[in-house]
């Protein structure tokens, strides 16, 4: 489903860097919280210029949706297709989710992960997008996630997702997200 996107972005400036929006900064201060290294605008691929690059391989899209956007989906998987892209895309949206009703191992999730599921080096291979579960990681003891559905291995730190490593509530990923928005806010100059 398309999304018309005629929300005026504002500029912010979040540490020493210029955004390009307010969401923007907000997720940089989200990441900076959670310990995650990450790069802004770190290249152009054909058609398409990720916001982040986190970690070595993940690259990241933040629009100002609420649930998951298959046009954009496409745009980023044919980006990274075309550029042989080896790693994973990364969707957020206005904020973490929240809600917790996804079956047996609900979870809130910071966006939508896209994995890799087609043969190696097949140029039908697809990415597979599903929530990108929030948890926390063993051996850091800071935040995480991992693909909901197939690859449980948690992406900024070394390890593997277990069903001890999410929590029963959200309220930890939401005082996270509340702490980077109060980092960014408006102020009046």
């Known amino acids: ?64 949706i609420s649930a998951f956007d298959e046009d954009v989906a496409r745009k980023m998987t044919g980006a990274a297709r075309a550029a042989k892209w080896d790693g994973e895309l990364l969707l957020l949206g206005v904020s973490p989710l929240f809600e917790m009703d996804y079956g047996p191992f609900d979870s809130p999730a910071i966006g939508w992960l896209g994995q890799k599921t087609g043969p190696e080096g097949d140029l039908a291979e697809t990415w597979s997008f599903d929530r990108a579960s929030a948890c926390i990681s063993r051996g850091e003891g800071l935040p995480d996630f ?32 509340d702490r980077a928005a109060n980092r960014v806010q408006w102020q009046k100059k």
């Open 1 to 64: 489903m398309a999304v018309a996107y005629d929300i005026k972005a504002h500029p912010t400036v979040y540490g020493s860097r210029q955004f390009r929006s307010r969401l923007e900064a907000k997720w940089a201060s989200f990441f900076d919280l959670c310990g995650w290294q990450f790069e802004y605008e770190p290249y152009d691929l054909p058609g398409w210029s990720p916001d982040f690059l986190l970690g070595r391989d993940v690259l990241v899209e933040v629009k100002p």
């Open 146 to 177: 991992a693909h909901a559905m197939f690859s449980y291995r948690m992406r900024m730190f070394d390890g593997y997702w277990k069903q001890n490593d999410w929590h029963d509530d959200s309220r930890w990923l939401k005082s996270i997200w």
